[in-house]
């Protein structure tokens, strides 16, 4: 299947959302999906627009809100394959409350960020991913405010899949998504997404010195929830591949009482007029 639309991203040359892109039409592509059944709903930012550059439905959303939609959509219709996506600024800042609220709440939809610790589209802001001391225009003296340790935040959430990758691992990051689209809940993806434009602390050469794979380090085993929060804070964060999931947790949907496999396109109208004249005749 074919998830390529004609419209060309413009993006700067180089950007890391290029990659993140194509990973998430080939994950859709191998996961045996099609462009009508996957849904994918962005924030605002330079990587908001990915939704408008994937061959699926796509609703670019507004600043923070892309879970408040994708909720909404996968609950209006659990037929579809939906997937968040956003940036750093855009879902772990103004946008923070609902990640961890969509987390906790398991709805099975997947999350991905293209984490690049700035403010892109805006021309370079510090952005709640920098380090301390992180120079921009909003902070020339260099950030006094610490890195949100993403990871470590969604695990003690209660998180039930949590992955970070980086987007030259295209290998890595497609397989990272196919799992993610096939976890029953909610699944948060983190991908290291170089800004080339405006960081230039965290660049490409920057990630590939500095990052661990999970699949070096001796039997990391990532159901092993202490193991991971050890791991994460050993490392700083600075990890890729499969950092925990747990596959025992229901999803949101499927404690729902009622709720349907059908989206509500395709219910009865006839059972719903049933239903809803019983439940007034309680009220006459
Ligand atoms: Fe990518 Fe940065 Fe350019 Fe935005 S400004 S498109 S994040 S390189």
Not at 97 to 117: F, L, W
């Amino acid at each position: 299947k074919d998830f390529r639309n004609n419209v060309k991203p413009n993006w700067c040359p180089g950007c890391g959302d290029f990659s993140v892109q194509a990973a998430i039409q080939r994950a859709a592509a191998s996961a045996g999906l099609t462009p009508e059944n996957l849904a994918v709903v962005s924030g605002i930012g330079c990587s908001g627009r990915i939704s408008g550059y994937i061959k699926s439905y796509g609703f670019h959303g507004i600043h923070g809100r892309c879970l408040p939609i994708a909720q909404g959509v996968k609950m209006a219709n659990r037929e579809l394959t939906v997937i968040a996506s956003g940036g750093d600024g855009d879902g772990f800042a103004i946008g923070l409350g609902h990640t961890m609220h969509a987390i906790r709440r398991n709805i099975n939809i997947t999350y991905i960020v293209m984490d690049n610790q700035i403010y892109g589209l805006t021309k370079g802001q510090t952005s709640p991913r920098s380090e301390m001391g992180f120079k921009t225009k909003s902070t020339p003296g260099g950030s006094i405010e610490s890195s949100l340790n993403i990871m470590e935040m969604a695990l003690s959430a209660g998180g039930t899949f949590i992955a970070q990758s980086f987007s030259t691992d295209l290998k890595e990051l497609t397989a990272l998504i196919e799992q993610g689209i096939a976890h029953e809940g909610f699944s948060l993806i983190n991908v290291f997404s170089p800004c080339v434009t405006f960081n230039k602390v965290n660049t490409y050469d920057w990630f590939k010195e500095n990052l661990t794979k999970l699949s070096s380090i001796e039997d990391y085993d990532p159901s092993d929830r202490g193991m991971a929060m050890n791991t994460l804070m050993k490392h700083n964060g600075l990890v890729t591949g499969l950092i925990y999931q747990n596959s025992g947790q229901p999803a949101y949907e499927d404690l729902v009482e009622g709720y349907r496999e059908e989206g509500l396109a395709r219910q009865s109208l006839k059972l719903e007029k049933e239903k809803f004249e019983k439940l007034t005749a309680e009220f006459m």
